[in-house]
């Protein structure tokens, strides 16, 4: 059974910067695209990143170049670096999985795993 268990989240100044992290121990992700989203208070959830099983990445456009996603296939591990950020960025973040999933975008109908969400609060 793949579970995935997220972490790194926290409290941030603006401008900050914080590393997400999103594992699956004993589960190997090798063939799967790992995906990033997050939904803020009173709304829907969105997607931030996704990387495919062979390391393409896409990301939506307020995250670009501020946002990096990576994976580490040996550590069963993908990871969201988050620089510069923003109020907006706050919420709750979610990692997901799915095979063959980040196909050219982030979207959520492509993952049958997910994890169980990381705060992100983006305060002065």
């Known amino acids: 059974q793949l579970h995935l268990v997220e972490s790194g989240g926290g409290l941030v100044q603006p401008g900050g910067s914080l590393r997400l992290s999103c594992a699956a121990p004993?589960?190997?992700?090798?063939?799967?695209?790992l995906g990033w989203f997050r939904q803020a208070p009173g709304k829907e959830r969105e997607g931030v990143s996704c990387?495919?099983?062979?390391?393409?990445?896409v990301y939506v456009d307020s995250v670009k170049g501020r946002f990096t996603i990576s994976r580490d296939n040996a550590e069963d591990t993908v990871y969201l670096q988050m620089n510069a950020l923003k109020h907006e960025d706050t919420g709750i973040y979610y990692c997901?999985?799915?095979?063959?999933?980040?196909?050219?975008?982030?979207?959520?109908?492509?993952?049958?795993?997910w994890g169980q969400g990381t705060q992100v609060t983006v305060s002065s």
């Open positions: 990387i495919t099983s062979g390391g393409t990445t």
């Open positions: 997901a999985a799915g095979i063959e999933a980040c196909d050219g975008a982030v979207s959520a109908t492509e993952y049958n795993r």
């Open positions: 004993g589960y190997g992700l090798d063939y799967h695209g």
